[in-house]
Every structure is written in C-alpha cells, then in structure tokens.
C-alpha cells in the first residue's frame, strides 16, 4: 500500500522518526550531521537524540556519536548503507543537474525498498523527497531492478504468500528487466509520478542498491527513455567504482 504524508504531519515526531532509521541505517553520527540532515538546528538536533538515548532508541559510543540502540537492534549493517550513500551522493546530484529530474537512491529489503537518499530537482513541478520511505519492492523501479536479479525460488519465497501479486506475471516482468537493464515504473506507486530504475553492482558483481530517476508522469515520454537510460548507466557505473575504492580502502573485518 502506497503511504502518503498525513494531512496533519506533527513535524517534531517525523523528525524523531526519521532520526531513528538514520541511526539504524547508516549510524553512527554526531550532533552537526543529524542536524544538517533533518534540516533542523543543532540544538534540535541535539534534544530529539538526548529523547531518543532515553527510550533505549540511540546510544553513545566512545568518541560522542550515536547510533542505534537496543530498541532498534543495534547498528548491525549500517556502516555498508552509509558507504554506499557517501559513494552515491556526489553522482545523484551530478545525475539531477544532468536531466533536471529527482534522484534516488534505494536498497532492497525482503519484498520492500526503502529509499535511502533522494536529491531533488529545482523544478516548479517534480517529485519531492522520498528518502526513509518504504514501497513495495516489485511496483517501484528500482525494487523491480533488483528483484530481477533474484532466482524463482527467492521469488517464490517472498511471493508466494502474497495473493494480491500475480507471481507469474512478476516473473514475466522481471525477465524483461533482466533482458533491458532496466525498469519503469509508470504511475504504479503514485499517480502522476513515473520513474526509471536502474540497478548498482556492488564490489562482488551482486546488486547492492538500485538509482532511480522520479518524474512528473505529465514530463515522461518514451523517446526520451534511451536519454535516462543511459545516464543512469553512467551514474550507476561511477557510484560503482567508487564502491570498489571504499572496499579497497576499508576492506571487510572478520
């Protein structure tokens, strides 16, 4: 089910909200980053952690950055997601100013994407920020990227009890994917917004995230598809070798 912003957002709990899946994703962070990335003062910043250390939702390490707590599992695996975020931010925005449409970055969990990084265009009309969202992965662009990569027994296993998917249909689909290199998503999770996904091979060759261009549908042609297309495979392909310089440069602890 496609989520929208509540009519009557209360801005103080989004804050904390999305404070905590920064923690969860990519911590650990100091009072300066958590500011600039909510867009908030550092004193803000500095109260919704404080709240957040109480509940058991951050916690403190050593050197006075936060990062997840207990209630939230620890920081097991944010440090790849952060990595991954340094290695594509510089591009996303490169990729926005290339085709004046908004960037995103997604990964994949399960049968779900949650969009991790978004820069937007400075269009009048455009898609706005996605990033903390969670869509299904297999009406997106970018989730259906990179389920294309996973086998019939993966797919089944995530599918197969989900009676609303027609999982040979998605199989189908997923085929073309595979075949093209990429996937559009034309008005499937929102109305009147259509995006191009493309997916991003991590050190090892596996999808590790997917790029994504988001657009007014009102914008979208197909002959401009090939243009997309290929500038997400000149961004996909640098984020890539930047990932390969970060392993090499923080290769993986036992």
Not at 103 to 108: E, M, P, S
Not at 121 to 149: F, K, M, N, Q, Y
Not at 173 to 183: D, E, K, M, S, T
Not at 237 to 249: G, H, I, N, P, Y
Request: hydrophobic share 45%; with cysteine.
């Amino acid at each position: 089910m496609v989520k929208n912003k509540p009519a009557y957002s209360i801005e103080s709990v989004d804050h904390a909200l999305r404070l905590a899946v920064l923690l969860r994703q990519e911590g650990p962070l100091r009072v300066a980053e958590v500011a600039e990335r909510l867009g908030v003062a550092r004193s803000t910043a500095h109260r919704l952690l404080a709240m957040l250390v109480y509940r058991d939702f951050a916690e403190q390490d050593a050197e006075r950055r936060y990062l997840a707590g207990p209630v939230l599992g620890g920081g097991a695996g944010a440090e790849p997601v952060a990595q991954l975020r340094a290695a594509a931010m510089p591009h996303l925005a490169e990729l926005v100013r290339r085709t004046g449409e908004t960037a995103n970055l997604v990964i994949l969990l399960g049968d779900q994407v949650r969009f991790v990084a978004t820069v937007e265009c400075d269009a009048i009309l455009r898609v706005g920020d996605r990033e903390g969202r969670i869509l299904p992965a297999h009406l997106t662009s970018g989730g259906r990227v990179l389920l294309a990569h996973r086998d019939d027994a993966e797919l089944t296993a995530l599918y197969a009890a989900t009676p609303e998917v027609d999982l040979d249909a998605l199989r189908r689909g997923l085929r073309q994917v595979r075949r093209q290199g990429f996937a559009v998503n034309n008005q499937a999770t929102e109305a009147g917004v259509t995006a191009v996904g493309r997916a991003i091979l991590g050190p090892g060759g596996a999808p590790s995230a997917a790029l994504s261009l988001a657009m007014p549908t009102a914008r979208y042609t197909r002959t401009r598809l090939p243009e997309w297309v290929g500038e997400l495979a000149r961004c996909s392909t640098r984020v890539e070798a930047d990932l390969v310089t970060m392993a090499q440069a923080w290769p993986p602890t036992a």
